[in-house]
């Protein structure tokens, strides 16, 4: 399951650095709009990376 975890974790970290600054712009603007939060998708991946760290052992 932590195998799992962290690829998807990967996948993720991925998939935003992919990114040009304008979908992120725009990715952001939308998730701000249906009131998903206003942190950043590269700040959100940082703490899971980081709570996910401390889940290993």
């Known amino acids: 399951m932590r195998d799992e975890e962290e690829a998807e974790q990967r996948r993720a ?22 009131g998903t939060g206003q942190s950043s998708l590269r700040a959100e991946l940082a703490a899971y990376a980081r709570a996910a760290g401390k889940t290993d052992g």
Do not use: S
């Open 13 to 34: 970290e991925a998939w935003v650095d992919y990114l040009t600054d304008d979908e992120l712009e725009e990715l952001q603007r939308a998730r701000n709009a249906v």
